[in-house]
């Protein structure tokens, strides 16, 4: 009989319950949703990289022959090398079309995907793109005619197969920021097509696959130690941003996606315990009966911890269920313009082993408190109402002269409120919570922009940016800073260079501006043109800290094919850099030849301008300031997208807290409800002394919530390493999650009013309290 | 004529394809100011009847008139406005707001009518003048149960209609209610209407009602009801 009195008992508890459900549905859904993006991420690039036998290192060199191959696939812990020819190509009758070109003897490493057709068997034969070979209309058997850009040698190939690369699977280059699949492809040729360029059996790259454990440190020093001064630069699968960039936006996003979930576990945590306190709390009368009639503690204990397995039964499957589409959906962002083969995007089942444990933890270990701490109590105590607590007066109402100027209404509605403290803590603690989530969202997206604008209007002044051809001469500089309409340029160099500190080390790009750069600032947040410090380097802070030094410590610097180390003093470390940085001056101090990779330009004329850049030979390619910064814009949109979604969470999660809370508060007052419907109040005037309460703590809530919301947003702010975020609090992200959070409860509170009309006076009145 | 008077009342409630009488087609009228007695055992249907007269419940046959006005075609808002000014409604359980003093408790029924009694006032004809300041829970059953008449009477009502006022105090106090429900009758000259199931009380009422099975057994006017205190049961 017991479990027909559970049953009927649920119908009472329904609403409670269901909302609980839904909070803890919420907190499933994130939770797996979040995790599953990485989980997913991981194993469809993991696939791929396994299925084409992506390389793990790339090494660019020049002469590098089968000799150079043998030695080092005789090295240890190198699985694989295949050497190669790497060079761009453009459409014979469409410069604006380009290719990068691979020459390879076989397709043992970086083996295509195969859209359509076959991999080329002879000299005759090209393999595509599908993307590109679609966009110019080419079929298998076409033939299709390229130039070697800069080489003007001509090819006329037939397509025998179309497909994608792992490698190229955000295809950027300098002149290409962002994927334009339709105009910048790639295309794998047999490498004897290529023969005549680099001499036969001669090639720019080896690719090397390894075993997964061995330390690239070890790696760099045995291929520098082989190959020597061939070697221009090593990069590892990792570094490589066209193969790794699915990678990295989900390594971006790896602060938000552990954080957010973490904070909707506590608040769905807080909730439950409140919930199911209240909930036994308030059947104390029932149990007090069930021990009186000698049913057993556990019997009792296990009736209230099904409350709570139900609760984890409704919430917890429909959340993980749902958290596989959150995935496809944050997965399917982060991944535009990467061309993937079809993928699947599958349940993370870790995560939701993870997430019911947390989940049955936080549902049955709070109901198993509770419950065991009204269990002790003897049947007499527990059918006894609990006894009031002794502090009965307010605060204010000890302020006399204030206390009598209080009108009864108001008296009323504080002493309600501020009677029960723990309802008013639960209640303005989760209100907070929910209006630090939405605030958050709103202020990273705040930050975000203010970083999209700095890019925009801070960093690039410049209206050109022009990549140079290596081995450029001092004489074809000038003739860029002469060049028709130039009012201003600046130039730059990108090498790559070893930093050793004592026991640490790592390579990096080092970038030598000009002692002064105005045109493009490379701190984001920077109003004046900044000043390369003259005695040292500046560095990014990430790579400062895994070399673990400081300003004011010293780093050593090598550079390939180079055997002399130079010391140099950090003389700031800066979040907003990638790399390290040197003044132009510093690095001539060196001894070192200055041989620039890339020049801003500012014009008058820039239609001159690019007429000019067309005709000069050194120039390899050139882009407008929009380009490059709608390239960075784009890449953070993707994280804007996950941050969209944890608004919409975030909100939904506040709306369940708060219709929790209010329905709770509801039910614990309906006698008192009724009693002053029988006295004859109105239904407005009940609504207003009952809502009122609730309209307090959400104001309460929402003004707790603004310093946790701003302490939680620097947090995460701070952790967010992939892009140099500031923290930017502005009224209107403020204004905007206290209008969200309020307008949740004065819906909530529009639905607790109609909740009152229901109520049965007399029903409610005959119950004994 | 003023008072309460009920003309071919029922009150039916379906539960699923029950249908269940409460109160059976019934009339009676009570004169203005008369200690009235209502008595029957449970599921009598006194209760039902009680609470049509208080405005919080509606009659599903007849018509039901207080002070000459047919409360019975009421609507919701009307109903409200007429518990608000013209009902003074005691409960068996107190049901006194936990989180407001007697003071204030009894202060919550006066501000919202029309010609509200002094609250001190009401306190001290009730004995509670020196409990105002306290909170329901730091007052004994009987003290409650003053305090809710209290409440009942500040709003100055038409009728005071008490459900089983006594049901959950001991003799002693329970009589003590009764006695001051009495003697506020004779002295305020107001139709007091209280349902019991104890036929002991009967001889202390100017009219009693008895009912059986949502009926009408007897209607008896009483000219000389024995005082309250005088009755021993």
Redesign the interface.
């Known amino acids: 009989m017991i479990w027909k009195n559970f049953f009927r008992d649920l119908r009472r508890t329904a609403s409670r319950l269901i909302s609980v459900s839904i909070i803890t549905m919420i907190a499933v859904v994130v939770y797996t949703g979040l995790s599953g993006i990485i989980y997913n991420v991981d194993l469809v690039m993991g696939d791929y990289y396994a299925t084409q036998n992506t390389a793990d290192y790339w090494i660019t060199g020049t002469g590098l022959d089968m000799t150079d191959c043998r030695d080092l696939s005789e090295l240890e812990g190198i699985t694989g090398v295949q050497p190669r020819v790497v060079l761009d190509g453009e459409d014979r009758y469409d410069s604006g079309l380009t290719l990068t070109l691979y020459g390879v003897p076989d397709f043992s490493i970086n083996t295509p995907y195969i859209v359509e057709g076959r991999l080329p068997q002879s000299s005759r034969e090209i393999f595509l793109s599908d993307q590109y070979a679609a966009a110019q209309g080419l079929e298998l058997g076409d033939w299709y005619e390229i130039t070697l850009t800069g080489l003007g040698i001509h090819l006329r190939l037939q397509v025998c197969g179309t497909g994608k690369d792992p490698e190229c699977l955000y295809n950027v280059n300098a002149t290409n920021p962002s994927p334009d699949l339709s105009r910048f492809g790639f295309a794998y040729v047999d490498e004897e097509v290529l023969a005549d360029v680099l001499g036969p059996h001669r090639y720019n790259q080896i690719c090397v696959t390894t075993e997964e454990d061995l330390p690239a440190a070890a790696f760099r020093t045995a291929v520098d130690e082989e190959l020597g001064s061939k070697v221009v630069n090593i990069l590892a699968l990792k570094d490589n941003q066209p193969a790794y960039s699915l990678m990295e936006a989900k390594n971006n996003l790896t602060p938000i996606l552990t954080f957010f979930p973490t904070l909707f576990f506590l608040c769905a945590v807080l909730m439950m315990v409140s919930t199911m306190n209240r909930l036994i709390e308030n059947a104390r009368m029932d149990i007090g009966t069930f021990k009186a009639l000698g049913y057993y503690d556990s019997t009792i204990l296990v009736y209230y911890l099904l409350h709570a397995l139900l609760v984890v039964v409704i919430g917890f499957p429909i959340g993980a269920v749902l958290g596989k589409y959150i995935s496809a959906l944050i997965v399917w962002t982060i991944a535009t313009g990467c061309d993937l083969p079809p993928y699947t995007i599958v349940h993370d089942f870790a995560a939701w082993g993870q997430a019911a444990g947390l989940t049955a933890l936080c549902c049955l270990g709070s109901a198993w408190l509770v419950a065991r701490s009204l269990l002790k109590e003897s049947p007499a105590q527990c059918m006894r109402p609990k006894p009031p607590k002794n502090a009965k007066t307010v605060l204010l109402e000890r302020i006399g002269p204030l206390w009598r100027r209080l009108g009864f209404n108001a008296k009323y509605i504080i002493r309600n409120t501020f009677r029960n403290k723990v309802r008013m803590l639960t209640c303005v603690v989760g209100i907070a919570f929910c209006m630090a989530l939405v605030f958050m969202a709103f202020a990273i997206k705040d930050s975000m922009d203010a970083y999209s604008d700095a890019l925009a209007q801070n960093q690039n002044s410049y209206d050109v940016m022009v990549d140079l051809n290596t081995g450029v001469t001092e004489g074809q500089y000038n003739r860029l800073t002469t060049a028709p309409g130039v009012t201003a340029a600046e130039l730059e160099m990108v090498t790559t260079c070893w930093l050793y500190t004592f026991d640490q080390r790592s390579t990096t790009t080092l970038t030598v501006s000009e002692d002064t750069v105005s045109l493009h600032l490379y701190d984001p947040y920077a109003d004046a043109p900044l000043a390369l410090p003259e005695d040292g380097l500046v560095l990014e802070q990430l790579l400062a800290e895994e070399l673990g030094v400081e300003e004011g410590d010293t780093v050593t610097l090598r550079f390939t094919g180079d055997n002399r180390y130079y010391t140099l003093k950090v003389a700031q470390v800066n979040r907003c850099v990638s790399g390290a940085y040197v003044s132009r001056s510093l690095w001539r101090s060196l001894g070192k030849a200055y041989t620039p990779t890339a020049a801003y330009l500012t014009t008058r004329d820039p239609v001159a301008l690019e007429t000019s850049l067309d005709r000069y030979d050194f120039v390899d390619g050139w882009q407008d300031r929009e380009t490059v910064t709608r390239a960075a814009v784009d890449k953070m949109n993707n994280t804007s997208m996950v941050v969209y979604i944890l608004i919409v969470f975030g909100g939904g999660l506040a709306c369940i807290v708060i219709y929790n809370l209010g329905i709770m508060s509801f039910f614990e007052q309906i006698r008192s409800l009724a009693t002053l419907m029988v006295l004859g109040f109105h239904d407005r005037e009940i609504k207003r002394l009952q809502l009122s309460e609730n309209l307090i703590f959400a104001v309460a809530g929402v003004l707790c919530g603004i310093p946790l919301g701003i302490a939680l947003d620097r947090f995460l702010i701070l952790s967010i390493t992939a892009m140099p975020l500031q923290v930017v609090i502005t009224p209107r992200a403020v204004g905007l999650a206290c209008g969200v959070t309020m307008a949740f409860a004065l819906g909530v509170n529009r639905i607790i009013g109609r909740k009152m009309r229901e109520i049965d006076m007399l029903g409610a009145l005959k119950s004994v309290e | 004529m003023s008072g309460v008077r009920l003309e071919h009342v029922s009150r039916e409630y379906i539960m699923g394809k029950t249908v269940i009488k409460a109160v059976d087609d019934i009339s009676f009228a009570i004169p203005e100011g008369k200690y009235t007695i209502i008595l029957g055992a449970s599921g009598a249907g006194k209760s039902t009847v009680l609470?049509i007269l208080?405005g919080?419940?509606s009659p599903t046959g007849g018509k039901v008139f207080v002070n000459e006005k047919e409360i019975s075609s009421f609507n919701k808002?009307q109903l409200?406005?007429?518990?608000?000014?013209s009902?003074g409604?005691v409960?068996q359980?107190y049901?006194?707001?936990?989180?407001?003093t007697v003071e204030?408790n009894v202060?919550?029924?006066s501000?919202?009518?029309k010609n509200p009694l002094d609250t001190r006032q009401v306190l001290r004809m009730v004995g509670l003048d020196d409990r105002r300041r306290n909170?329901p829970?730091?007052c004994s059953g009987g003290e409650q149960q003053r305090g809710a008449i209290a409440?009942a009477l500040a709003?100055n009502p038409d009728v005071l209609l008490c459900d089983e006022p006594t049901g959950a105090l001991d003799y002693v106090t329970g009589k003590a209610i009764l006695a001051l429900l009495y003697d506020l009758c004779r002295q305020s000259k107001k139709t007091v209407v209280v349902v019991t199931h104890n036929g002991a009380l009967a001889p202390t009422g100017d009219v009693v009602i008895r009912m059986k099975s949502g009926k009408i057994e007897s209607f008896t006017e009483n000219p000389n009801p024995t005082p309250v205190q005088e009755l021993e049961w």
């Open positions: 609470n208080g919080m419940d808002r409200t406005q007429y518990r608000r000014e009902i409604f409960f359980f049901n006194l707001m936990p989180n407001l204030e202060e919550l029924a501000q919202i009518c909170f829970a730091q409440r709003k």
